[in-house]
């Protein structure tokens, strides 16, 4: 009987583990980011890979809501990522249009104007808001690279801040408007626009320049691939 139990719970350890993997991959995320961006120590995913470590399993709380996924979708005992039970799943969607395209860039030409392409959006990635409170931007340019790509459509919640980390939809300088991981301190004088892609420069806006900042909104999902955010 042990045995068995042994196979079952390796079993379950071999699905969690890929799928962790799988979102992360579809995030594009390095080992190392993801690391960073749950506090874990260096080399830890790759410990996992080789099977040297299944602290993964004592995090599912913690990684359910970095991935935005339900626990037992984790497990493998659910295909339904959605963090809502099975009966509350609604399958339907809403039809957004793109408005426009946003530059992943720095200081390119920003387009807010209907493309007349229309995308669909599952009703559960709204949860409780209207969905008056989203609209899409096509992305331009490759500064957020492997995260998204040229062409991605994204799915945006207004709002007018952001937690520190999160990838936004942002206007700098008065006029120009970017897709970048915002970063910044609570009740400091500095906010950090940081593209994925290391071949662009971070951005540093301090000082008076961010009363010329605007924070359009967060990006919630990804056409191309369906990952939520």
Not at 151 to 167: A, F, H, N, P, Q
Not at 191 to 205: A, S
Request: glycine share 6%.
């Amino acid at each position: 009987m042990k045995n068995k139990n042994d196979k079952m719970k390796t079993a379950e350890q071999n699905i969690t583990l890929k799928r962790i993997l799988e979102l992360k991959d579809a995030r594009g995320l390095e080992d190392t980011a993801l690391e960073k961006e749950l506090g874990l120590r260096q080399k830890q995913v790759a410990d996992w890979k080789r099977e040297a470590s299944t602290s993964y399993m004592k995090m599912l709380p913690e990684l359910s809501d970095y991935f935005d996924v339900s626990v037992d979708y984790l497990l493998g005992r659910s295909d339904n990522p959605s963090k809502y039970p099975d009966n509350l799943y609604d399958e339907s969607t809403v039809t957004f249009p793109v408005i426009g395209a946003i530059c992943a860039g720095y200081g390119g030409d920003n387009e807010f104007s209907p493309t007349g392409e229309e995308l669909p959006v599952p009703k559960y990635l709204l949860k409780t808001h209207n969905p008056n409170d989203y609209f899409v931007l096509e992305v331009k340019g490759n500064s957020m690279y492997p995260l998204f790509m040229n062409g991605d459509k994204v799915l945006i919640r207004k709002c007018d801040s952001v937690d520190s980390g999160t990838v936004a939809a942002i206007g700098f300088d008065g006029e120009d408007a970017t897709l970048k991981k915002v970063e910044y301190v609570k009740d400091g004088d500095w906010m950090r626009l940081i593209p994925r892609n290391p071949e662009y420069p971070t951005k540093v806006i301090k000082g008076a320049d961010l009363e010329q900042c605007r924070i359009y909104g967060e990006v919630v999902y990804k056409f191309s691939d369906n990952v939520r955010f």
